[in-house]
Each structure stands twice: as C-alpha cells, then as structure tokens.
C-alpha cells in the first residue's frame, strides 16, 4: 500500500517520464533520430511537398492507358480489327489478347516518328537541364497535336468548338487541347467504320450467295453462316488479308 506522500509525488513522476523524450530529443547534442530531408517542387511558382509530387505522379501514370487509347493511332487500328473478326464470323478467334498486341505494336511502329520528334524537342534538352519545365512540355506536345490535328476533319472540329462555345480558331495552336481530343476521337471512329464497311462487303456477298444456293437446293435447315465460314478464311488467306489490312491501316493515317 503506498503511502501518503508517496502518492502525493505519484502525479508528478508519471509526468516527469512522459516528458523524458521530448527533454532528450530537444537537448542540445542528445542523440536522437533526424528528421528526413523533405523535398520542395514548385508547380506555377508556389511550392509543392513532396507526398503531394507522389500524389501527382500516381495520377499521371494511372491516366496512361487513357491516353493510349485516345491521343494515338490504337483506336483506329483496334476497331478495324474487331470489324475484321466479325466479318469473317470467326467467333473469338483471334483472341483479344492477340488483337490487343497487334494494335499494341502497330501503334508504336505508327506513332514512332512522332515520339521521336516530342522526344528530341521536348524531354532530352529539360532532362539535360538545358530548358524549364513548361517550355519542355510545350515542345513535347506540339509533335502530337500536329499528328493529331492531320487526322481530324474539319466538320468534327467545327462542331467541338460550337459546342466548347468558340467560333474559328485563327491557327492550330489556338485550339484548346480537349477540343482537339474530342475531334480527333470522332475522326478515329468514324475512319475505322469507313474501313470496316469496306472490309464487310466481300464477306457479305460471300454469305448472300451461299445463303442463295442452300435455298434453292432447299437445305433450310442448314445454317449459311457454317457453311459460308471456310470460304471466307480461304478468301481472306488467298488475298494475304492480314498484310493487306495492316498495310491500308498504316497507310491510311495523314502524315503530320
């Protein structure tokens, strides 16, 4: 049992220990662990801590696959081959993971001169030290919206920018980048259907006629796309299909 004056002090030893390490850690010349150096960016001239560059950095890399698919030549490219597949009635073969790495690499050989251009513009003389950050992004940009700006039409541009509110642009540079975006995603789809119906029409007449001779020998019950399926892979392989859709989607893409 303690006693009176032992519990009269109690109170002032248990907040004499909860001081202890701030005392240590305060003293001068005590041992104790640094602080970590903390790194400053600055982001239109106010300072950025570092969690929050983390922050950005994460968000730029989770936003890439959207980019891919909307600021290069994979849209175009993957709705041709999806098209291809179903004209020649082949169910899931090729598989998406076949299409996905044709287009994958299809786009890189497409889009390679462009990156090379944002590459030695833009991101080799900022990483050299030799530009600021903004001039660099300016100079890396500007070979893609010239790729982009080749492929839009006219109609689809003059229809974002109704929509944006803005009248005529007096250059291309004065076109706000979502503007571009959406004009440029437009052109893609509709380029890719224009291509697609293109590729649809030898296959349709390959199943109208089968269609026509199972009727008139009166075998009804027998599906034409069974029986049309064979002709059109013998087809598209007498053609050399593959190579010849590949070639058309390389070539159909306006240089920038």
Not at 31 to 42: A, E, I, S
Not at 147 to 176: K, N
């Amino acid at each position: 049992m303690p006693t009176l004056a032992t519990a009269r002090w109690l109170p002032w030893l248990t907040l004499l220990l909860m001081l202890l390490p701030a005392l240590a850690f305060a003293a001068p010349g005590a041992p104790g662990t640094p602080l970590p150096d903390v790194n400053v960016g600055r982001i239109g001239g106010q300072p950025v801590s570092l969690p929050l560059q983390t922050l950005l950095l994460m968000t730029a890399i989770t936003l890439i696959p959207s980019m891919l698919l909307v600021l290069t030549a994979f849209t175009r490219i993957i709705v041709v081959l999806a098209l291809l597949r179903q004209a020649l009635g082949t169910g899931q073969t090729p598989s998406n993971q076949v299409l996905l790495g044709l287009a994958l690499f299809l786009t890189a050989m497409i889009m390679l001169p462009t990156w090379d251009k944002a590459w030695s513009a833009g991101m080799a003389p900022y990483l050299d030290g030799q530009i600021d950050f903004q001039t660099a992004w300016t100079l890396t940009t500007q070979p893609l919206r010239g790729f982009m700006l080749a492929q839009i039409r006219e109609t689809d541009l003059m229809t974002f920018a109704g929509i944006a509110g803005h009248g005529t642009y007096a250059s291309p540079d004065a076109v706000p980048f979502p503007v571009l975006v959406a004009s440029f995603v437009t052109s893609e789809l509709k380029t890719a259907f224009e291509i697609g119906f293109l590729i649809f029409i030898p296959f349709v007449i390959i199943d109208l006629v089968v269609a026509s001779v199972l009727m008139s020998m009166g075998m009804m019950m027998l599906s034409p796309m069974l029986v049309s399926a064979p002709f059109k892979i013998l087809l598209f392989v007498l053609v050399d299909g593959w190579v010849l859709t590949v070639g058309t989607l390389a070539a159909s893409f306006n240089p920038a």
